[in-house]
């Protein structure tokens, strides 16, 4: 083979193949490669270390949710949207069923955090479920609204004992019935004490 064009292993005038590792330097002799160089980037952050840089942010993320199992509880609900806008506290709306739309009510629990909001007010008649269902995935503060309803027991007293009996370790708390205003209150001073 030619020198010029190098040769073989243990062949005169031919630079030595190439061993994996190896970079070739000026003088065309091998060169240990350096261990793996940093790219530049910080090292990742837990959870909560992100959380916490973020907490202070005003970003335009609604604080507050308010979710209700049917349309026919908006004119009830709307107490609590009011004085959430007469505190100047961002929010939503959503009506969602805690029977009907299992999965719904569980995504938006699980990701409201995610999301940017801090506490829930659930507003639900009858078996009143919903409130018990948003905490069941969710470590937010869940406060719930028992309210009346053309087949309600007693006046709404089935929805207040469904939403202030809840298990151990799934926390709701419950205002009064058809006090979403309150709710909203209590929201304010758990977002802001």
């Known amino acids: 083979m030619n020198a010029a064009r190098g040769g073989r292993d243990g062949e005169a005038g031919g630079e030595p193949p190439?061993?994996?590792g190896e970079r070739r330097g000026p003088d065309l002799a091998p060169q240990p490669v350096a261990a793996e160089e940093?790219?530049?980037?910080?090292?990742?952050?837990?959870?909560?270390?992100?959380?916490?840089?973020?907490?202070?942010?005003?970003?335009?993320?609604?604080?507050?949710g308010i979710v209700m199992g049917s349309k026919s509880d908006m004119p009830a609900m709307e107490a609590a949207s009011a004085e959430l806008e007469k505190r100047e506290i961002r929010h939503e709306v959503r009506v969602m069923s805690a029977h009907r739309e299992p999965d719904v009510v569980a995504d938006y629990a699980r990701n409201a955090h995610m999301r940017g909001l801090r506490v829930i007010i659930a507003g639900a008649g009858l078996a009143a479920a919903l409130p018990g269902v948003v905490a069941a995935h969710t470590n937010l503060p869940v406060i719930g609204v028992p309210l009346t309803s053309g087949n309600s027991v007693a006046g709404g007293l089935d929805?207040?004992?469904?939403?202030?009996?809840?298990?151990?370790?799934?926390?709701?708390a419950c205002?009064?019935?058809?006090?979403?205003?309150?709710?909203?209150?209590?929201?304010?001073?758990?977002?802001?004490?």
């Open 18 to 20: 190439r061993r994996r």
């Open 159 to 172: 929805a207040l004992l469904a939403i202030s009996q809840m298990p151990p370790g799934v926390p709701v």
């Open 38 to 64: 940093s790219s530049g980037l910080p090292d990742p952050e837990t959870e909560a270390e992100v959380e916490e840089a973020f907490e202070d942010l005003d970003v335009d993320a609604p604080r507050v």
């Open 175 to 193: 205002v009064g019935v058809n006090s979403a205003r309150n709710a909203a209150v209590l929201a304010a001073q758990i977002i802001d004490p």
